[in-house]
């Protein structure tokens, strides 16, 4: 192939090429080995067992944990709801819960790039995937990996904010964001009430309020609240207030008091943020960028640049003006919101993300516009060298975490020996075990129990060895070695099922 041809079919194919790429490592990165990593304490194995039973009890509007209604994960039940389609997908299995997750954040992921394809080009469409796939923490850490609300909620926020990006040339999107404000809600409850400032202040800001009419208004208000007042008439005919009640005054009021006298900090995200390489890389990124379009404007200020109609279409300056505002707006609100409540999970702001992506995105989409000549092509391929490859290696990094996922071996005994012993699905089930972080040696943890729930249909029971020996009905007991060996004489009558780094016993056909 000439020098030509290779060059031709470069242009041609090379975009696409990279799309696919960039697309297949997010999608490695979001499913690989998915069922592997140890269910997390909180809010994933909460939010597992609450779709478990769900599923189980044909009641798909009561979360229960231990089939007792729950009133500690005080979440509606949309994020139930997805975990549920992954099981009726593939099975009852960690893989089917993680599944909506991951393909929340994948979803998530293109939707971004395509959005910015759409608006600033080819640039910024590839420049996103790069600097999306930087976050580790938003793979890892409590979104896409996880069977919790937050990949869910980030993709519904970033669906509300693009549509309301939009919103300026097709004002009718903003029933878009209502609905999404409304899933938001159903899916991470009083979190997504962030949206509310976001959309007003760039309402006002854009000039939008005065353009809609009455009519107008109330289909945006049904939008955004109908599908909330729905589930909450549904939800109140089975405990009456009991959930709804609770979900203002124990998930906002008792947080937000309990956070301010453990953190009397406002710059936690501050912190958080400019501890966090990708964030500082993406900075770096987005300066490099402003440095040479200052350059270009000083060195070329009397030269016209050529655009072809499709780039003056992209770059309208009414677009990129509502862009700096709701970019603007998408990131200091949640920001100045939760740092002012005094909160301290650091997963609550993962949602602007998307934001910074965006961003530096357009600052490189605006740099490659101006890059006419050869001479300034090659100023701004000099110039981006170093960010360049920061950002490479950090996706690297991305990659490569997939090989150190944490392990553990209790849930894999677990599921392991219910592999093993079908016949046993079902029974009440006991454990006693010197690892636990949060409770007592003979209580179950909230992951343990969703393993034993997922594995066997288990009847998880508190009370440890003492409550397994008290038994008179079939049951199965895991210990570890240290309380095996402790209550070796009492223990030693019944049956050893299964024995690797926990003992499984059951008074079993005895």
Excluded at 35 to 54: L, S, T
Excluded at 149 to 161: E, P, Q, R, S, W
Excluded at 475 to 492: I, S
Aim: net charge neutral.
């Amino acid at each position: 192939m000439s020098c030509e041809k290779g060059i031709a079919y470069a242009r041609k194919y090379g975009f696409l090429l990279l799309c696919i790429l960039l697309t297949a490592l997010c999608a490695y990165v979001c499913f690989a080995r998915l069922d592997y990593g140890k269910i997390q304490n909180w809010d994933e194995a909460r939010h597992g067992v609450n779709a478990y039973e769900m599923m189980r009890s044909h009641n798909y509007i009561v979360n229960t944990y231990n089939y007792q209604n729950d009133y500690f994960n005080l979440k509606p039940p949309l994020s139930y709801w997805g975990i549920m389609l992954g099981f009726k997908l593939f099975g009852v299995n960690v893989f089917g819960m993680r599944f909506y997750a991951a393909l929340s954040m994948l979803l998530t992921f293109m939707l971004v790039a395509f959005w910015l394809y759409r608006r600033a080009g080819k640039a910024a469409c590839l420049t996103s995937m790069f600097l999306f796939l930087m976050f580790h923490d938003i793979f890892y850490w409590h979104a896409a990996r996880n069977a919790d609300a937050d990949a869910l909620y980030i993709l519904l926020f970033t669906i509300g904010c693009l549509n309301l990006l939009d919103s300026v040339y097709k004002p009718d999107k903003l029933y878009i964001c209502g609905l999404m404000f409304s899933l938001c809600f159903l899916a991470k409850s009083w979190h997504a009430c962030v949206l509310l400032p976001i959309g007003g202040i760039f309402m006002l800001g854009s000039g939008l309020w005065k353009k809609w009419k009455l009519r107008q208004y109330i289909l945006f208000i049904l939008s955004a609240f109908g599908p909330i007042f729905l589930w909450a008439i549904v939800r109140y005919q089975y405990d009456g207030m009991a959930f709804l009640g609770q979900m203002f005054g124990v998930d906002v009021t008792d947080r937000i008091a309990w956070s301010a006298s453990s953190n009397t900090d406002y710059s936690f995200f501050i912190k958080y943020l400019f501890s966090n390489t990708a964030f500082l890389i993406m900075l770096a990124v987005a300066m490099v960028c402003l440095l040479f379009l200052l350059f270009m404007h000083f060195t070329t200020k009397n030269e016209r640049i050529a655009e072809s109609g499709d780039e003056k279409k992209r770059l309208h300056a009414g677009l990129m003006n509502q862009t700096v505002l709701g970019l603007a707006l998408w990131v200091f609100v949640p920001l100045l919101i939760f740092s002012f409540s005094h909160t301290y999970y650091y997963w609550y702001i993962f949602p602007i993300y998307p934001a910074f992506c965006i961003a530096a995105s357009l600052f490189v989409a605006q740099c490659v516009r101006l890059c006419r000549s050869r001479r300034s092509q090659a100023v701004f391929a000099g110039v981006m060298v170093i960010p360049f490859l920061m950002v490479l290696r950090s996706d690297r990094i991305t990659v490569r975490q997939i090989d150190n996922l944490e392990f553990s071996g209790f849930q894999q005994d677990v599921q392991t020996a219910m592999e093993q012993y079908p016949q046993f699905h079902g029974l009440a089930f006991y454990v006693q075990k010197n690892d636990n972080e949060y409770k007592e040696s003979y209580c179950w943890e909230q992951a343990e129990l969703l393993m034993a729930e997922l594995s066997g249909d288990l009847k998880c029971e508190d009370g440890g060895i003492e409550a397994f020996l008290a038994s008179a009905d079939e049951a199965l007991l895991m210990v570890d070695p240290y309380f095996y060996e402790l209550n070796e004489g009492e223990l030693g009558e019944y049956l050893v099922l299964y024995r690797n780094e926990y003992i499984l016993l059951g008074n079993v056909g005895q």
